[in-house]
């Protein structure tokens, strides 16, 4: 059996003799931490979602029936291994065994939290990550496209992303221990519970400290094995493909149950490229095409103990697809490539793309920040994230050795927004004396964001965006079709342009200073962290959570995204941050927006927040005698 530790801010470390006997005790702490979120990864997995908040599901609903993700999950499941299949099996063993009904919102749904089958982690790892790709991306370009012609590529071009991960490593030869250092912070939604959560993994083959999914067994995506550590961030890789939607060769209706309302029919269509996910628009992905999600990676990844083996474990990885960031005690550094992403010819799939690899010499450094990263990128997508965050983020490495976690911390807390110079050309003689920072604390910083959000709702506007003005029909998909907020997202791509779509944008620029004169007194009156709970998409009152000012923007390396003439809200940011010291585990540091527990009452719900809207790091602790171990 697995014994349970705790250090100072709850984070688990779990301990047992054997792989198995670890995997059910993180099944079962995870499902005591976090019951409520378990059985809302559960119901989001398997479209259920409307049985408890009623109409307002279904839409999320539709989608989870239409994509086939728990048919995908299913088929994955079948074709593990036999070892992995015995690894999720006892994982969800203690997920049940841990499961209970002391959480709020359970109680105030009037529901309990249902047993989970041995295939829901791949179905909720699958659900969390299917609209991670490009789907809304290629609905936006097809809108855009229809009503704009050619030039909707100025919408859609390298750029508008809200938000983005940053993961960058160094040699040994560039530190004060003679080993690397890995640093980064993966960027998403900001949700109540978090999506990350800290966790420790020990046993006699491998002792591992990294960030799980809620829901997934092992480590995925950031984890620090004691002999090697790594990273990703999101590859922006081409992986899913739209099409309108052929012969249907299968289909069947499924029933959504609605909470005090009628039960709703939904039409299961396939065709030969793929389900209908929504009204005239199939989709093909690499997950329901090879019947695969990847959970063949996850032992390999906690047994590795250098960059070679965590090399190979990403061989099995399928999406999202990533770029990897390795090193181990060895001194051994590398960047590659790992997932699926299919050769096309037309509109088939001919093969696979191979991984991109590359060695990082003693005294070299390596930055991945989504952005496009040389021609080989040709092979792997067509649109990636500004380079302005892995630009910074070099810029902020060259020339300096010694380098310690602290100058780690310090390059995640960069604030430097490099679009400024481009923007406030429309305006001479405005914000010069500014150095640029989106420090929460600035008047200059919210002065400047206060003209943008003018500037971009003068911009959508213009007459040539009406046709995009009008609702798309299904709501899931609506927050990538926004213009407004595609507007504010391309802004330099615009300004760049000089007249885009013929508009006079230093017009329009001028008349945004006026706009923008009653701005705030400082930007962290608006841009404020904003975590999101399931209860808050579907109308109800979540638990509350401290709305605390933050630094950064969308394109700083403290990438906090707010979306330009949309909101100044931090929905956007690290969802975690680490710093891997391959010198010493202890001097490594890890944090999460929130906290370890998911109950709101929980002394450990929030109590990293303060210490992440600082910019600071909790201590990962190692030493089993600093710990202290959880009685039953």
Known sequence: MARIYRDAYGVPHVRATTVLDLAHGQGEVVA?????????????????????????????????????????????????????????AAYVAGVNDGLHEDAPELRR??????????????????????????????LWERRARAALGDDASLLSHEGPLDSGSNAWAVGGGRTTTGLPLIGGDPHRVIESPGVYLQIRLACDEFDVAGFTFAGVPGVQHFAHAGDVAWAITNAMADYQ??????????????????????PDEVEVAITDQGPVFTDGLSFRGVSTV???????????????????????????WVEPVNNAVIADRHGAVRYRLAGRIPLRDGDA?????????????A????????????????????????????????????????????????????????????LRALVPGEFDDWDCRMDADSADAARFAAWRNALVRRIAAEPVFAPLLEPFADPVHAPWLDVTGRIGLALPTLVAAGTPFGIDLAALARLALDDSRDHPATWGE??????????????????????????????????????????????????????????????????VPLGAAGHPDHAHHRDQLPIWVAGDLVPLVTDW???????A
């Open 363 to 422: 005294d070299g450094q390596v930055v991945t920040a989504n952005e496009r990263r040389g021609p080989e990128s040709d092979l792997v997508g067509v649109s990636f994230a500004a380079a302005y965050r892995a630009e910074r983020i070099n810029v902020l490495l060259d020339g300096r050795d010694r380098l310690t976690p602290d100058d780690f911390r310090d390059i995640h807390n960069d604030t430097h927004l490099a679009t400024v110079p481009l």
């Open 526 to 591: 608006t841009h404020v962290a904003t975590p999101v709970h399931a209860f808050e998409v579907t109308g109800l009152a979540a638990p509350e959570v401290p709305r605390l000012p933050v630094d950064g923007d969308a394109d700083c390396v403290r990438c906090t995204g707010s979306l330009p003439g949309v909101t100044d809200e931090a929905y956007r940011g690290s969802v975690a941050r680490y710093v891997w010291d391959l010198a010493d585990r202890e001097a490594s540091g890890w944090v």
């Open 349 to 361: 799939w001919t093969g696979w793309h191979g991984p991109n690899r590359a060695e990082v010499p």
């Open 241 to 262: 493909d739209v099409h309108d939607a052929g012969p249907v060769v299968e289909r069947w209706t499924e029933t959504i149950v609605v909470r005090d309302q009628r």
């Open 290 to 316: 090879l019947g695969d999600l990847g959970f063949g990676a996850l032992l390999p990844l906690l047994r590795a103990r250098t960059v070679d083996d965590v090399d190979r474990a990403l061989d099995a």
């Open 625 to 631: 005698d600093l710990l202290a171990e959880e009685r």
């Open 109 to 138: 749904l009037g529901t309990e939290p249902q047993p989970w089958p041995e295939w829901m982690p791949l179905a909720t790892f699958h659900a969390q990550h299917i609209l991670f790709a490009n789907l809304g991306s290629k």
């Open 32 to 88: 005591r931490d976090r019951a409520w979120q378990m059985e809302w990864l559960r119901r989001r997995a398997t479209g259920t979602t409307a049985e408890i908040f009623g109409s307002d599901g279904l839409p999320w609903d539709r989608l989870a029936r239409r994509a086939l993700i728990v048919d995908t999950a299913r088929r994955a499941h079948d074709r593990l291994d036999d070892e992995s299949q015995a690894f999720v």
